[in-house]
């Protein structure tokens, strides 16, 4: 059973940074490298909505509202990162982590981002 957990959100001052992290367990590493891997993020009473994304062979794609903010990353093993820069009260939402096989998508629990102004 694949599972995806994502890690560091928390509570944070505009201008200030945060790391997230999506460890993958259930699954190897070479076929979790096979996996797209995104981000996305939903405020309340909003939709749910693409942050960022990397492919299995690291091509990236960003919102507009945060590129050259934030960056995507994956390492050898099974964790996908999101480092958020610069951050604004706007990304104020619950972050998740979405995995994409070819038989489906998986998606982690949330964690949640405040951005006090």
């Known amino acids: 059973q694949v599972q995806l957990v994502e890690s560091g959100g928390g509570l944070v001052q505009a201008g200030g940074s945060l790391r997230l992290s999506c460890a993958a367990s259930?699954?190897?590493?070479?076929?979790?490298?096979?996996?797209?891997m995104g981000w996305y993020r939903q405020a309340p009473g909003m939709q749910r909505e693409l942050v960022a994304a990397?492919?299995?062979?690291?091509?990236t794609n960003y919102a507009d509202s945060v590129k050259g903010r934030f960056t995507i990353s994956r390492d050898n093993a099974r964790t996908v990162n999101l480092q958020m820069n610069s951050l604004k009260p706007e990304d104020t939402a619950v972050y998740y982590c979405?995995?994409?096989?070819?038989?489906?998508?998986?998606w982690g629990q949330g964690t949640q981002v405040t951005v006090s102004s």
């Open positions: 259930g699954i190897s590493i070479s076929i979790f490298r096979i996996f797209a």
């Open positions: 979405k995995g994409e096989s070819r038989l489906r998508d998986y």
């Open positions: 990397i492919t299995s062979g690291g091509s």
